[in-house]
């Protein structure tokens, strides 16, 4: 939803209306509606438009969203229309964005509850999943980007964007030193299962970033890359 606001930098959503996505996605207190597991995907399309130094390049990307169920063996097999046309869009992309929640075992800010959050432990047995996910049902990626999301929690975001910002005319880091910048400071527990990823699927990068709403350059940064390597 805040990858459409007008106010961005350099990705723009071309087809969605920020209001109007505000208007079906929030409630009455401006908070996040809870995804429904009576659905089992919501899903809409992002035509993206990426600023880079050479030209302004396109990428279309599915925006899908599931309901905790979805991963549930049981879910699958009672529902697998649904489950398979959820597989059908992901094995035939090339770039796959995932987006993780905080742990317990990150710096939190002072003030934030901690106890919202699972245990570094817990987080790190629940990407076990998504590792074997990857080695199964994703033949044709070549580039997996995990977001570690509301960075504005565990770390100071302006600093960070002061780093890790792309310019198109010159940033103080590539992509390689800005993954490993964040893959060192935020990715240790699971350092193994990317490896594992790695090792095991021929021609894959995979990328590591902090995202979080309220920086537009922390936001926009995994966007960029995609266009950098899958646009037109």
């Known amino acids: 939803m805040e990858l459409s606001n007008p106010k961005n930098e350099c990705v723009k959503v071309n087809n969605l209306d920020y209001e109007n996505l505000k ?5 009455e207190n401006s908070e996040m509606k809870a995804t429904q597991a009576a659905q089992a995907i919501y899903e809409r399309y992002l035509d993206i438009q990426v600023r880079l130094p050479t030209a302004n ?3 279309i990307a599915d925006w899908i969203d599931t309901p905790g169920e979805v991963w549930r063996k049981s879910w699958q097999s009672d529902n697998a229309n649904e489950w398979d046309n959820l597989l059908e869009t992901i094995r035939e992309s090339e770039g796959i964005l995932l987006i993780l929640p905080p742990h317990r075992g ?3 800010m002072q003030g934030v509850d ?3 959050f699972m245990s570094q432990q817990q987080w790190s047995n629940r990407f076990d999943r998504w590792v074997d996910f990857f080695l199964q049902d994703c033949p044709k990626a070549r580039h ?3 977001c570690l999301n509301k960075a504005d929690l565990f770390c100071d975001i ?3 964007a ?3 910002g792309y310019n198109p005319y010159g940033s103080q880091m590539n992509w390689q030193k800005r993954h490993a910048y964040v893959f060192q400071r935020y990715f240790r527990p699971i350092h193994s299962q990317l490896a594992k990823i790695n090792q095991n699927i021929s021609g894959l990068s995979i990328r590591c970033f902090i995202t979080t709403i309220y920086n537009r350059s922390l936001l926009e940064l995994p966007w960029i890359y995609l266009g950098s390597f899958l646009a037109k």
């Open 144 to 146: 997996i980007l995990i």
């Open 158 to 160: 302006q600093q960070e």
């Open 114 to 116: 901690s106890e919202q």
């Open 162 to 164: 002061s780093k890790l």
């Open 57 to 59: 390049k396109q990428l």
């Open 23 to 27: 208007s079906q996605l929030l409630d």
């Open 106 to 108: 990150l710096n939190f």
